[in-house]
């Protein structure tokens, strides 16, 4: 089908080719076969095919949709975006249904780059498995996390979302170690840039985590390792001694596309 609509000469009957494109997408998702979903993207991107403008905005909103929901899977965050993005940004108001499936891919996606939704978007769509998340990317509460990805887990797990959430921990446990960094500075003003692995400890003691001082040590190690927080450990005085500048990158700067 999809070579009848675009080898075709006859401009008319090519006007089907974005309609083909998002069947296809609809039937490799459900098939599990992402792999094949790269000929699509590039085949609407060759010259023989119609002007993407050209075509209903229904059918541009249903190929974004797919190419971001693509995109997550590839942890490609930035792009699924942008893709998510224009999705919601275009559906038609009324199709709540839609709306609701869209957010379902690009809520995850926006945490993961350090943008937090509303409750009020959440409560408009329905969307109330995010909330419980939202608020421990929030509070910076591990344990709120976890409970959160226990009562949603099938859901997360059909929809094909838990993984990109399960990476969130480690920004919960920036969000944490940055508020305790804060604090540190308001007590200790000239040594606001040396937080001791003690307090840290026991902000996670506080959140209901049951950490030694390795365990605390191997998160902080991990954390600067995967570029959440600029610094080292000083082994010897069991303290974090964090950059003057810029200690705490942006999640989306951590999260950019390779």
Known sequence: VYRAVSQTSNAEKKTPQLHVVNALFK????LNALHLCKNLINAVNLPTFLPFDSFPKSEKVTYNFYVGRLAVFEDAYERAEKHLAYAFAKCHKSSKKNIRLILRYLI??????GILP???????????????VVEAMRRGDARLLDSALDAGEAEFIRQGTYLILEKLRMSVYRTLFKRVHAIHGAAEPAKSNQVALRKF????????????ADEVECIVANLIFRKFVKGYISHKNKVVVLSKTDAFPSLKSVFADA
């Not at 509303?118 to 419980?132: H, M, P």
Request: net charge negative.
């Open 108 to 113: 995850p996606v926006k945490l993961i780059l």
């Open 27 to 30: 039937v490799y998702f459900e």
């Open 201 to 212: 400890q026991i902000a996670l003691e506080l959140c209901g985590a049951d950490v030694d």
């Open 118 to 132: 509303s409750k009020k978007l959440l409560e408009t769509y329905g969307l109330n498995e995010f909330r419980d």
